[in-house]
């Protein structure tokens, strides 16, 4: 019996509370989140409503964990954790851009494609339409499945409406980036490489292949043909032999046919069964195709609306939405960054965070929290709840900052900038804050933390507008700071 809809009132805000998944990590202790009806509220208010208006999160049936800033929040760490909790874990867009890290005993696993749920073996994953699956990559997370012992026959899901990703589109991914670095400035993303927006692109230019057209051999090759003759045109050097695609694809369908499902009938028939499920978000809302720094964006919608298109699950079956912010800001690629510290406080933090990404392994930009970004992101998903993350990567500095206004031609900016010649000439205002200097790594409920470090966080909660109910203090799955239960 599931009993309301965060989504439809802001009064439904306030009615959060307590996963169990997350008691199988931390012993007895509950998440409590709070979560007030206005917008901006002090931590005190957030301590004295949450006794009344928390309700517990467990007993809500559909919940999504979305990315608030540019990516690498530690979206898999949540899912992990939580996923022992939930029937389905479901995948709703991106695809092998996204590098979901997850570490259970010191042993760490890296998701591309599959579900970060999928370590709980009791649970079923499913990458749903709006993901683009490049294949190879799927057998080869599989493969590595199979050698740590993961049991997941029978337990693996794909739209028959997800796009497929082919080796072309990587290359024309690489091919448009080169080209991009071509004149005057460089105008290249720093994509992935993966693939994602060719496939994205063949999906909006209704030429792209489906995994559902791999039960059908006839017709495989002159569709492979009519996709690869698109870019042919625009890359005459791109060998792709249609023959020799669809054979190997048809093979390939053969292996993954009796994982492919119907997504949209699939998640709504287990909707209606009671089913409890847990909508993963891949890449993250400053990433968004309609909402990031375009076009410094991924090909996707990485926030909310993704997941009502990216697995046909109507919106108001969805209770809530998780933010997962980092306590401080990192993005890989190029594109604005107003919080950026190209010193050796942005170098100590890549070095303390081990900010590589999970995906190219490049080296991620650091900086101080953005609660503008935030703010924003918070706005996009009306987040129900925060995860702050890696804050104990900050444990060693001496003091720290957070970007709580942009100035443009010395104005303070009422809403995100949509354009790059704003955003490329704003100014940032900061608050500063002494550090707490001490080992936060075995706390693991959020009013425990050292006085400076709770005032760090109650003043984010309040800058953002939007309550905390985790704080991660470590990378281990263990390693998470909750609200004490009332
Ligand atoms: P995702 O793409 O949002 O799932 O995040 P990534 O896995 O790409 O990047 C997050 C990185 O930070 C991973 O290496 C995680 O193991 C690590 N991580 C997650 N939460 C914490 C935390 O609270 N503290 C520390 N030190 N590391 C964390
Ligand atoms: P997760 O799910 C961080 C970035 C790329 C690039 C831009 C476009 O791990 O948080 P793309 O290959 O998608 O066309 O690249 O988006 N990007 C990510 N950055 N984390 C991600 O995913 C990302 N997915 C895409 O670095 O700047
Ligand atoms: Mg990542």
């Not at 608030?68 to 695809?95: F, P, S, T």
């Not at 303070?412 to 704003?422: A, K, R």
Request: charged residues 25%.
């Amino acid at each position: 019996m599931y009993t309301r809809r965060l989504f439809q009132s802001r009064q439904g805000c306030a009615q959060l509370g307590a996963f169990s998944g997350l008691q199988t990590v931390v012993g007895d202790s509950s998440l409590y989140g709070l979560c007030l009806q206005s917008r901006y509220f002090s931590g005190e208010d957030s301590k004295k409503r949450g006794g009344s208006l928390i309700k517990k999160l467990e007993q809500e049936q559909v919940v999504a964990v979305m990315g608030g800033q540019w990516g690498d929040e530690g979206k898999g760490k949540l899912v992990d954790i939580l996923g022992g909790n939930y029937d389905i874990i479901a995948r709703c867009a991106g695809g092998s851009n996204a590098g979901h890290t997850v570490v259970v005993e010191g042993k760490k696993y890296a998701f591309h494609l599959m579900p970060s749920g999928i370590l709980h073996q009791t649970n079923t994953c499913l990458i749903g339409n709006g993901v683009v699956l490049h294949i190879p990559t799927l057998f080869r997370e599989l493969d590595s499945l199979d050698k740590q012992g993961i049991k997941y026959e029978g337990r693996i899901k794909l739209s028959d409406r997800a796009h497929v990703v082919f080796d072309f589109h990587q290359e024309v991914d690489a091919l448009q980036e080169e080209d991009a670095k071509k004149g005057a400035s460089d105008k290249s993303i720093g994509t992935t490489k993966k693939g994602i927006g060719p496939a994205y692109a063949s999906k909006i230019n209704r030429i792209g292949i489906r995994v559902g057209d791999l039960r059908f051999p006839e017709t495989l090759e002159a569709k492979i043909a009519n996709l690869a003759n698109y870019y042919k045109k625009i890359y005459p050097a791109l060998n792709v032999d249609p023959k020799a695609e669809a054979e190997k694809y048809i093979e390939w369908g053969k292996k993954i046919d009796h994982m492919i499902v119907d997504s949209v009938d699939y998640i709504n028939r287990a909707y209606d069964a009671g089913k409890k499920i847990m909508i993963e978000g891949a890449n993250a809302t400053m990433l968004d195709i309609d909402f990031g720094t375009w076009p410094y964006v991924t090909s996707s919608n990485a926030s909310i609306g993704g997941a009502i298109t990216g697995l046909g699950i109507a919106p108001n079956k969805i209770d809530g939405v998780i933010g997962i912010m980092k306590a401080y800001t990192t993005r890989v690629g190029a594109g604005p960054f107003p919080t950026e510290l190209t010193n050796e406080i942005g170098d100590k933090m890549r070095a303390v965070g081990h900010e590589y990404g999970t995906t190219t392994g490049r080296p991620r930009r650091c900086g101080w929290l953005d609660t503008v970004a935030m703010r924003y992101t918070h706005k996009i998903n009306n987040f129900a709840t925060l995860n702050l993350t890696k804050l104990d990567v900050l444990s060693d500095l001496d003091e720290i900052k957070i970007g709580v206004a942009y100035k443009h031609n010395g104005k303070v900016l009422d809403s995100y900038p949509s354009s790059l010649e704003v955003l490329n000439n704003i100014t940032v205002e900061y608050e500063t804050f002494p550090g707490w200097k001490s080992d936060i790594s075995k706390i693991r409920f959020l009013e425990e933390l050292p006085a400076a470090c709770l005032k760090y966080v109650e003043r984010v909660e309040e800058l953002v507008g939007c309550p905390i109910g985790w704080v991660g203090v470590g990378p281990g799955r263990e390693a998470m700071a909750v609200r004490k239960p009332e």
